[in-house]
Nanobody, 122 residues
Framework: QVQLVESGGGLVQAVGSLRLSCVVSGNIFSTNLMAWYRQVPGMSRDLVAS???????SYADSVKGRFTISLDNAKNTGYLQMNGLKPEDTAIYYC????????????????WGQGTQVTVSS
């Protein structure tokens, strides 16, 4: 079984910073891609940033220049460094990882974490 556990959310004032972490555990052969999404109640879950195991990154226009995604393959841990936070960044942040496991064969599947609340006050 694979589990993703996020941490690092909280309450911060505008222009402040937070760093979210996402630890992937289980019978992991490789973490191929990690992404961070965010969701406001009643709205869709939107992609914020993603990174491949080769380090190729992609960002939503709304966070470019403020957020940085990284992935430590040795620790199976991903991070989202969020600087210059704005009230409109308030949401539940979810990490998603495409993970390959191996038992009697290789199998790749996407897994979601439980989410962590980020609240930015003005």
């Amino acid at each position: 079984q694979v589990q993703l556990v996020e941490s690092g959310g909280g309450l911060v004032q505008a222009v402040g910073s937070l760093r979210l972490s996402c630890v992937v555990s289980g019978n992991i052969f490789s973490t191929n891609l990690m992404a961070w999404y965010r969701q406001v109640p009643g709205m869709s879950r939107d992609l914020v940033a993603s990174i491949t195991s080769y380090g190729v990154t992609s960002y939503a226009d709304s966070v470019k220049g403020r957020f940085t995604i990284s992935l430590d393959n040795a620790k199976n841990t991903g991070y989202l460094q969020m600087n210059g936070l704005k009230p409109e960044d308030t949401a539940i942040y979810y990490c998603k990882a495409d993970v390959t496991t191996f038992s009697d064969h290789y199998y790749t599947q996407g897994y979601w974490g439980q989410g962590t609340q980020v609240t930015v006050s003005s």
